[in-house]
C-alpha cells in the first residue's frame, strides 16, 4: 500500500482518525503547561561564554537573583519639599516590606537639581518563568498602587523591575487574543476563498490539533531535555502553524478538488492529490523545518532553542495537513464543498483569469520582463542604505508609552542618565582596591560604590553618565572592560544590564553571519531534490534573495518614517530573513513541482505557463492567509512584534504577486529546459516545436 492510500483508505482512513484523537487527548493534558517552561531571565538567552553570563553567576555570591525597580518622584512646578522627603522614606520602608524585596532598598535619594526624589528598591525575582515575572510584576504593582496616592507629586516606577512589569501586562491575555485574532483572520480568507461555509472548518481543525501537539512536544523537550522557551516564543508558534498549516492545506484542497472531477470514488481521488501534492507539501515543511533547525548553531542561546521549538510547530503542521486533514476530507465526502460540488466527470473551471493573462503578458517579452523586475526589486532594497539592527534601548521597545519609559525619561532629567541599570565588576578579592580605582578612572562611569568582599571575590557597582544601553553605554562598557582586565590577578568580569545587552548584539551579529549562507545552502540543497536540478535551485535562491532585500529594503523605511520606531532588535533581521527565505521558497516549491510535471508533457515554456495557471490562485491564497496571520503580531505592543509582522507580512505577499508570478515565471519561460540541467528533462524536446519558436509565437490567442 502506498503511503498516500493510507489517509485515504476506506478503513486506515479511520484509523488515521482515531490516532489523532488519542494524541490529541494526551497533548491537550501537556500543552496547557506551556507557559510553566517559559522562561525569560538573562542567563537563559546569553551565550554561556559571554563575560557578561560569567559575571552574572559570579554576582549571585553576593546578591540573590533581583531586578531593582526605580522609583522617581517630581514636585509639580517646582523644587521637593522636605514633606515630600518624609513621604519618601516612609514610601521606603513600605516597600522593604514587599513580598520577594530581600536586600536593602537604596534612598531616597534627592538629585543635585532639588527637584526630584529616587529610591532604588531590589525585588528577588525568582530567576525563571512566569513565576519569576510574576513576582516582579506583583511587587511593581503594589508600589505604584502605593505612588498614586501622593497628591501633587508626579511618581514612576522604571528601571529594570519596571520596565519587566510593563511587558508582563503587555503580554497578559496577548496569547488568547492574537490565537482569536489569527482564526478570524483564516477564518475569513478562507470564506472567502471557497465561499464555502462549511469547507474552512476542516482545516481550522486540524491546524488547531497541530498547534496542541507542538506546545505539549515542546513542554516536554523543555522539561525532561535541555530545550529552552522564551515568552516570544508563543506567539510566533501559533502564527507559524496557522500560516504554514493553512498554505499546506490550501494546496491540497486545490489538488483534491482537480482529482474529484476525474476520479468517481473520492478515496482514489484524495490518494492521487497527496501523491502529486504531497512532494511539494513535504518539500516546503522540511525547507522550513530545516532552515530553522539551522538555529541550533547558533550562539545566541535564545535564537538556538527557538528556532527547534518553531521546527517542532512546522513538524506538527507538516504532519496534521498530511494525514489527519485527508481523513478527515475523505469522511466528510464531497458535501463539504457545497454549494459548489465538484462533481465526476465535470469540466475543469476555465483558467482564464489574471494568471492566465500574466502568463500571456510574460511569454511575449520574458527576458525584459525579468531584467525589469529584477531592477524594481534592487531599487526597493536601497532601503536598507543607513538601516542598522544594532541596539534597541528599552524605552524604544514598546508601540505605545507606559510608566516605564516615562519614568526613565524623567529620570535622565535628574539624575545620571545610567543610574538606575549600573555595570557591576566581580574580580578576585585581592585586587579589590586597584580594580575600584581602575573603574572609576575609566570616562563615562559617575562613580563606584565600595568593594563588598566574600568568598576570595569583591563585587563592585559603577554607575554610568551615559543613558542605559545607548552606544555611549556600549562604549563605556568596552573601556571598563579594558581597564579591569589589565589589572594583575584582578580575573575580572564586567556585568549588569548594559553588558548584557552588549553581548547580546555581538552574538546576534555573529549568528547572521554564521546562519543566513547556512540556511541558503540547505534551501538550495532541497530545491535541488525536489527538482533533481543545479540550475533552478541557483535561480530560485536568486529571486528569493532579492525578494527578502526589497522587503527589508521597503520595512526599514516604513519602521522609520511611517512608524517612528527609533530602533531594530539585532536579532530581527535573521528571523525576517530565514521567514521570507523559507517561506518563499515554499511559494516557489509549489509552482516549480508543479511546472516540473507540466513540463514532461508540455515542455518546459508552456509548463511555465501551465503551472502559474493551475497554482496561481491557491498561492495566491496561501500567501495572502500568512501575510494575514503575521500580520496579527503587530497587534501586540511591542516594536519587535510589530516589525517581524509587517516584514513578513509585506515579504510574503510581494513574493506572492510578483516574484513567483512575475520573476519566476519569466526567468523559467527564458531559461527553457535548461532549466533543469543536468537532469533528462533538460535533455528531451517534448513539445519541442514550443520551446524552439519565437516567444511572441506562444502566447495563446
Known sequence: MRVSAIPSGRRTKWAVLVFWIGLLAVAGIFSGKFDDVVKNEVGTFLPKNAESTQALELAKRF??????????????????????????????????????????????????????IEIVVPIESGGTGETGAGEIEAAVKQMRSVLHSHPGLTTHV??????????????????????????????????????????????LICVGVALVVAQATIYLFARYGDLTVKGDTGFILTVLVFGAGTDYALLLIARYREELRRYEDRHEAMAVALRRAGPAILGSGVTLGLSLLCFLVAELNSTKSVGPALAIGVASALAAMTTLFPALLVVLGRWVFWPVRPAFG???????????????????????????????????????????????????????????????????????????????????????????SAAAATPG???????????????????????????????????????VHAVPGGQAKVGGGNAVNLDYKRAAEHDRTLLVPLVLVVVGLIIGVLLRALVAPLVLLGTVVLSFGAALGVSALTFRHVFGFAGTDPAIPLWIFVFLIALGVDYNIFLMTRVHEES???????????????TGGVITSAGVVLAGTFTALATLPLVFAAEIGFAVA?????????????????????????MWWPSALSREERGSELEENPPHTLAPR
Open 63 to 116: 546578591t540573590p537573583d533581583v531586578s531593582s525597580a526605580v522609583v522617581l518622584y517630581e514636585r509639580d512646578g517646582g523644587a521637593v519639599t522636605a514633606a515630600d522627603q518624609a513621604v519618601a522614606r516612609e514610601d521606603a520602608r513600605r516597600f522593604a516590606g514587599l513580598a520577594h524585596v530581600t536586600a536593602p532598598v537604596v534612598g531616597p535619594v534627592v538629585a543635585k537639581d532639588g527637584r526630584a
Open 158 to 203: 522604571t528601571g529594570p523591575a519596571g520596565y519587566a512589569a510593563d511587558q508582563a501586562d503587555a503580554f497578559s491575555g496577548a496569547d488568547k487574543s492574537l490565537l482569536l485574532l489569527t482564526i478570524a483572520i483564516v477564518v475569513v480568507i478562507l470564506l472567502f476563498t471557497y465561499r464555502s461555509p462549511v469547507l474552512w472548518i476542516a482545516p
Open 346 to 436: 465535470s469540466p475543469e473551471p476555465p483558467r482564464r483569469g489574471p494568471w492566465a493573462w500574466i502568463g500571456r503578458v510574460v511569454s511575449r517579452r520574458p527576458r525584459v520582463t525579468w531584467i525589469g523586475t529584477s531592477v524594481v526589486l534592487g531599487v526597493l532594497a536601497l532601503g536598507l542604505i543607513g538601516f542598522t539592527a544594532d541596539n534597541m534601548r528599552l524605552k524604544d521597545s514598546f508601540t505605545s508609552k507606559p510608566e516605564a519609559v516615562t519614568g526613565e525619561q524623567a529620570m535622565a532629567l535628574h539624575f545620571p542618565a545610567g543610574g538606575g541599570d549600573p555595570v557591576q565588576i566581580i574580580g578576585a578579592a585581592g585586587a579589590a582596591g586597584p580594580l575600584r
Open 445 to 483: 562611569i559617575a562613580d563606584v560604590t565600595a568593594p563588598v568582599v566574600k568568598d576570595g571575590h569583591v563585587h563592585l557597582e559603577g554607575t554610568l553618565t551615559a543613558a542605559s544601553n545607548s552606544e555611549a553605554a556600549f562604549a563605556t562598557v568596552d573601556r571598563l572592560r579594558d581597564a
Open 600 to 614: 514532461k508533457a508540455h515542455g518546459t515554456r508552456q509548463g511555465a505557463l501551465r503551472g502559474l495557471k493551475a
Open 650 to 674: 509585506f515579504g510574503v505577499l510581494l513574493d506572492t504577486f510578483v516574484v513567483r508570478s512575475v520573476l519566476v515565471t519569466a526567468l523559467t519561460y527564458d531559461i527553457g529546459r535548461r
